[in-house]
C-alpha cells in the first residue's frame, strides 16, 4: 500500500478514530478501584476545596484534579464520562504520535504505524482508561517531547521558551513527569552535544518553567514532609522519601513485570522489532530522542528508586509512547511488501495476548449493581453481611448504581421482613456469613447468584426470595400452595413460577395443572404435571422432602389465534389417574391464580 502525503491524514484519522473506538468500547469492561473513587471524592465539592485537598492533605499535584472537577461541571459524576475525559486526552495524544512519527522520521507510516501499535499495547490500554492523570500525563509528555523536538530543529529562544511552558505543566500535572525532562537533558548531554547558545536557550527554559512553578515549590515540601511523617508512622517508609505504600522496589522481577506490560506480553516480538528499527535507524539522531523517551525514563526511575520510594509502572506511562513510535521505525524499515501484513498479524498477536497483562483482581461492583438495579423490586431489602462497607469504592458504586427502593441492612432479623433479600457478603468463607446465610436458606431460598468467589477476589450477592404467600392455601389437606410469580406475559407464552411446601409428603402423586382462561370461562391453554422444581429437576408429589420449598417453573404457551386482552389464570390439583380434582377448603376445586393481560 502506497501512501501520498496528501491522503495519509486520512488514514491516520482512520487509525485515530478506530483506537478511541476501542477504548470507548472498552469501558463498559474496565471496573473501578479505589484511586479512582479518591479521585471523585477529591473533586466532590468546590474547586477551592479539590486545590486545597490536593495541597494539604494528599501528595498530587493540582491540574489534572482540577480539570477533572471542571469536566464534572459540564457532564455529572458518571463513571463512562469520567473514563471518556481520558480518551479525550489520548485522542489528542495520538493525533500528536502521528505528527512526530512523520515529521521526525520524514515518513507517514511511522506515524500510523504508532498510532496502530499503542492501539494494541497492553501498557498504554490500561492506563490510558484510568480515572487518574495519567491519560493526561501521556498528552503532556507527548507534546513536550514534540515542542522539545522543534526547539532543537529551530535553535531559537521562541520554540525554548514554548518548550519550558510544557515543563511548567508538567510539574503542575504530575512530579514524575520529571522523569521525561531528565531523558531530555541525557539526550541533550550525550547525544547532541549542545552549543553554549543552546545551553542559554534551554537554560531560560527550565527557568522559565521554575518560574512559573514556584508558587507551588512551598507545598511540594509540605506535601514531602507530610509523606514522610505518614508512611514513617504506619511503617511503609522505604528509601529518603516517596510513597512507599504504593511504589514498588526496584527488582529484576519488577523489570521483567514492567517488559511485560510494555510488550503485551510478548517481549520476543516487540524487542525483534526494536532491534530492526536500531539497526538500520541507530544512527539518526531523532531515533535517539526516541528511544530515551523509551528506555531512559524507566531506566532513570528505577535508579532514583533506591534512594527515592518513587517507581510504579503507572507513574511512568508516558515512556509507552516512546516505544511504541521505536517499533512503528522498525516496522518502517520492513521490506514495503510486508509491512501492512506484519502490522496486522503484530495487532492480532498483540490483542490475543493484551488480556493476560489486565490485573485480576478489580472486582465488578458495577456490574453486579446494575444486574440488580435492573431487577429490583419495591420493598427488596440488602443485606448487608461482612459486605467490606469499610471500602470506598463499595460505598460510591452503591450510592450510583443501586436504586433508592432498595433498603439496606446489617440486621438479619429486619431483612427477614421482606420478601426478597439481596444477601451481600465480600467473605463468604466467614463463619458468621454461612450461619446467617444457613439460617435464611430453608425460608428463603436462592433465586440468583451475582459475582464470585474465586483465588483473586471475592464479592458474592445472592437473591433470596421468601413465598409470596405467609400462610398456604391447600389443596385436599395434603397440598400447601404458597402463591404464584407471573414472571412474564407475551403474546407467546406466560411463564409463573408456582411455589410448593409440604410438612408431610402427599401420599400419592398428584398432577397439576395451570390453565389460561378467556373471560367466558372457555380454556385457551394449559400446562399439566409433576412439579417442574427450578425448570430442569421433575419432582413428583409423594417424593416431596418435609417443609423443602419447590418452586414450579411453567410455560404456558399460547395458541397463534389468541387475541388480545384479559385472560384468568387457574390452579388446579388432581388425581392424573381418575380426574378427581383436590378441593380447597371454601369447596372450590381450582384457585384463580391472577388475571393477566396478553398483549
Same mark, same amino acid.
Given at each position: 500500500?502506497?501512501?501520498?502525503?496528501?491522503?495519509?491524514?486520512?488514514?491516520?484519522?482512520?487509525?485515530?478514530?478506530?483506537?478511541?473506538?476501542?477504548?470507548?468500547?472498552?469501558?463498559?469492561?474496565?471496573?473501578?478501584?479505589?484511586?479512582?473513587?479518591?479521585?471523585?471524592?477529591?473533586?466532590?465539592?468546590?474547586?477551592?476545596?479539590?486545590?486545597?485537598?490536593?495541597?494539604?492533605?494528599?501528595?498530587?499535584?493540582?491540574?489534572?484534579?482540577?480539570?477533572?472537577?471542571?469536566?464534572?461541571?459540564?457532564?455529572?459524576?458518571?463513571?463512562?464520562?469520567?473514563?471518556?475525559?481520558?480518551?479525550?486526552?489520548?485522542?489528542?495524544?495520538?493525533?500528536?504520535?502521528?505528527?512526530?512519527?512523520?515529521?521526525?522520521?520524514?515518513?507517514?507510516?511511522?506515524?500510523?504505524?504508532?498510532?496502530?501499535?499503542?492501539?494494541?499495547?497492553?501498557?498504554?490500554?490500561?492506563?490510558?482508561?484510568?480515572?487518574?492523570?495519567?491519560?493526561?500525563?501521556?498528552?503532556?509528555?507527548?507534546?513536550?517531547?514534540?515542542?522539545?523536538?522543534?526547539?532543537?530543529?529551530?535553535?531559537?529562544?521562541?520554540?525554548?521558551?514554548?518548550?519550558?511552558?510544557?515543563?511548567?505543566?508538567?510539574?503542575?500535572?504530575?512530579?514524575?513527569?520529571?522523569?521525561?525532562?531528565?531523558?531530555?537533558?541525557?539526550?541533550?548531554?550525550?547525544?547532541?552535544?549542545?552549543?553554549?547558545?543552546?545551553?542559554?536557550?534551554? %537554560?531560560? +527554559?527550565?527557568? /522559565?518553567?521554575? !518560574? @512559573?512553578?514556584?508558587?507551588? &515549590?512551598?507545598?511540594?515540601?509540605?506535601?514531602?514532609? #507530610?509523606?514522610?511523617?505518614?508512611?514513617?508512622?504506619?511503617?511503609?517508609?522505604?528509601?529518603?522519601?516517596?510513597?512507599?505504600?504504593?511504589?514498588?522496589?526496584?527488582?529484576?522481577?519488577?523489570?521483567?513485570?514492567?517488559?511485560?506490560?510494555?510488550?503485551?506480553?510478548?517481549?520476543?516480538?516487540?524487542?525483534?522489532?526494536?532491534?530492526?528499527?536500531?539497526?538500520?535507524?541507530?544512527?539518526?539522531?531523532?531515533?535517539?530522542?526516541?528511544?530515551?523517551? %523509551?528506555? +531512559?525514563?524507566? /531506566?532513570?526511575? !528505577? @535508579?532514583?528508586?533506591?534512594? &527515592?520510594?518513587?517507581?510504579?509502572?503507572?507513574?511512568? #506511562?508516558?515512556?509507552?509512547?516512546?516505544?511504541?513510535?521505536?517499533?512503528?521505525?522498525?516496522?518502517?524499515?520492513?521490506?514495503?511488501?510486508?509491512?501492512?501484513?506484519?502490522?496486522?498479524?503484530?495487532?492480532?498477536?498483540?490483542?490475543?495476548?493484551?488480556?493476560?497483562?489486565?490485573?485480576?483482581?478489580?472486582?465488578?461492583?458495577?456490574?453486579?449493581?446494575?444486574?440488580?438495579?435492573?431487577?429490583?423490586?419495591?420493598?427488596?431489602?440488602?443485606?448487608?453481611?461482612? +459486605?467490606?462497607?469499610?471500602?470506598?469504592?463499595?460505598?460510591?458504586?452503591?450510592?450510583?448504581?443501586?436504586?433508592?427502593?432498595?433498603?439496606?441492612?446489617?440486621?438479619?432479623?429486619?431483612?427477614?421482613?421482606?420478601?426478597?433479600?439481596?444477601?451481600?457478603?465480600?467473605?463468604?468463607?466467614?463463619?458468621?456469613?454461612?450461619?446467617?446465610?444457613?439460617?435464611?436458606?430453608?425460608?428463603?431460598?436462592?433465586?440468583?447468584?451475582?459475582?464470585?468467589?474465586?483465588?483473586?477476589?471475592?464479592?458474592?450477592?445472592?437473591?433470596?426470595?421468601?413465598?409470596?404467600?405467609?400462610?398456604?392455601?391447600?389443596?385436599?389437606?395434603?397440598?400447601?400452595?404458597?402463591?404464584?410469580?407471573?414472571?412474564?406475559?407475551?403474546?407467546?407464552?406466560?411463564?409463573?413460577?408456582?411455589?410448593?411446601?409440604?410438612?408431610?409428603?402427599?401420599?400419592?402423586?398428584?398432577?397439576?395443572?395451570?390453565?389460561?382462561?378467556?373471560?367466558?370461562?372457555?380454556?385457551?391453554?394449559?400446562?399439566?404435571?409433576?412439579?417442574?422444581?427450578?425448570?430442569?429437576?421433575?419432582?413428583?408429589?409423594?417424593?416431596?422432602?418435609?417443609?423443602?420449598?419447590?418452586?414450579?417453573?411453567?410455560?404456558?404457551?399460547?395458541?397463534?389465534?389468541?387475541?388480545?386482552?384479559?385472560?384468568?389464570?387457574?390452579?388446579?390439583?388432581?388425581?392424573?389417574?381418575?380426574?378427581?380434582?383436590?378441593?380447597?377448603?371454601?369447596?372450590?376445586?381450582?384457585?384463580?391464580?391472577?388475571?393477566?393481560?396478553?398483549?
Amino acid at each position: 500500500m502506497v501512501l501520498k502525503s496528501k491522503s495519509a491524514w486520512l488514514f491516520g484519522l482512520v487509525f485515530v478514530f478506530a483506537v478511541v473506538a476501542f477504548h470507548v468500547d472498552s469501558i463498559q469492561y474496565r471496573f473501578m478501584r479505589d484511586d479512582e473513587e479518591i479521585a471523585f471524592r477529591t473533586t466532590s465539592k468546590d474547586l477551592s476545596y479539590t486545590v486545597w485537598y490536593q495541597a494539604m492533605q494528599d501528595v498530587h499535584a493540582p491540574v489534572w484534579f482540577s480539570s477533572f472537577w471542571l469536566w464534572q461541571q459540564f457532564v455529572g459524576t458518571n463513571e463512562f464520562t469520567a473514563r471518556v475525559y481520558s480518551v479525550l486526552a489520548t485522542t489528542i495524544t495520538l493525533a500528536l504520535v502521528y505528527q512526530i512519527g512523520r515529521t521526525w522520521f520524514k515518513s507517514s507510516r511511522v506515524g500510523l504505524f504508532a498510532i496502530a501499535v499503542l492501539g494494541v499495547n497492553a501498557y498504554f490500554f490500561t492506563y490510558a482508561l484510568e480515572i487518574r492523570p495519567y491519560a493526561v500525563n501521556m498528552l503532556i509528555a507527548t507534546l513536550s517531547m514534540w515542542c522539545f523536538g522543534r526547539w532543537l530543529k529551530r535553535c531559537t529562544f521562541a520554540t525554548a521558551l514554548v518548550y519550558g511552558l510544557t515543563v511548567a505543566w508538567m510539574l503542575y500535572q504530575h512530579y514524575f513527569l520529571m522523569f521525561l525532562v531528565a531523558a531530555q537533558f541525557l539526550y541533550l548531554l550525550f547525544i547532541v552535544r549542545p552549543s553554549f547558545k543552546m545551553l542559554q536557550q534551554i %537554560a531560560a +527554559a527550565w527557568l /522559565l518553567a521554575f !518560574l @512559573l512553578w514556584s508558587p507551588w &515549590f512551598p507545598i511540594l515540601i509540605h506535601q514531602i514532609r #507530610t509523606l514522610i511523617a505518614i508512611e514513617s508512622s504506619f511503617g511503609n517508609a522505604r528509601g529518603a522519601a516517596g510513597i512507599g505504600s504504593t511504589t514498588e522496589s526496584t527488582t529484576i522481577t519488577g523489570v521483567v513485570s514492567l517488559l511485560n506490560l510494555m510488550t503485551s506480553g510478548q517481549p520476543g516480538l516487540y524487542l525483534l522489532l526494536f532491534a530492526v528499527g536500531f539497526i538500520y535507524s541507530g544512527r539518526q539522531k531523532r531515533y535517539w530522542l526516541i528511544l530515551m523517551w %523509551a528506555l +531512559a525514563v524507566p /531506566l532513570v526511575a !528505577l @535508579l532514583v528508586n533506591f534512594v &527515592f520510594s518513587v517507581y510504579t509502572p503507572r507513574y511512568i #506511562t508516558y515512556l509507552s509512547i516512546g516505544f511504541a513510535l521505536a517499533i512503528a521505525v522498525g516496522f518502517s524499515v520492513l521490506p514495503r511488501r510486508i509491512q501492512w501484513l506484519g502490522l496486522v498479524a503484530f495487532a492480532a498477536v498483540s490483542l490475543w495476548s493484551l488480556p493476560s497483562q489486565f490485573g485480576l483482581n478489580r472486582i465488578p461492583h458495577r456490574a453486579i449493581y446494575q444486574d440488580i438495579a435492573q431487577s429490583a423490586q419495591a420493598g427488596d431489602v440488602m443485606l448487608l453481611d461482612n +459486605a467490606d462497607m469499610e471500602n470506598n469504592v463499595v460505598l460510591w458504586q452503591m450510592m450510583h448504581y443501586i436504586p433508592s427502593s432498595i433498603t439496606f441492612t446489617r440486621d438479619i432479623n429486619q431483612a427477614q421482613t421482606a420478601r426478597r433479600i439481596w444477601f451481600t457478603t465480600a467473605d463468604w468463607f466467614d463463619e458468621a456469613v454461612q450461619v446467617d446465610f444457613k439460617h435464611l436458606e430453608p425460608d428463603y431460598p436462592v433465586q440468583r447468584v451475582l459475582g464470585d468467589c474465586n483465588r483473586y477476589w471475592c464479592y458474592l450477592v445472592q437473591l433470596m426470595v421468601a413465598p409470596p404467600f405467609k400462610t398456604p392455601v391447600v389443596f385436599g389437606e395434603q397440598m400447601p400452595f404458597w402463591g404464584a410469580d407471573v414472571e412474564a406475559v407475551t403474546h407467546d407464552t406466560v411463564d409463573v413460577h408456582l411455589w410448593w411446601r409440604a410438612a408431610q409428603p402427599p401420599k400419592q402423586n398428584y398432577s397439576i395443572g395451570l390453565h389460561l382462561l378467556d373471560a367466558a370461562g372457555n380454556l385457551v391453554a394449559q400446562i399439566d404435571g409433576p412439579i417442574s422444581h427450578y425448570g430442569h429437576e421433575s419432582v413428583d408429589t409423594a417424593a416431596m422432602q418435609p417443609d423443602k420449598i419447590y418452586i414450579d417453573y411453567r410455560t404456558l404457551n399460547l395458541p397463534d389465534s389468541i387475541t388480545a386482552g384479559d385472560y384468568q389464570l387457574e390452579l388446579i390439583v388432581y388425581d392424573w389417574q381418575t380426574g378427581e380434582r383436590l378441593l380447597l377448603a371454601d369447596g372450590n376445586d381450582h384457585l384463580v391464580i391472577e388475571q393477566v393481560q396478553v398483549p
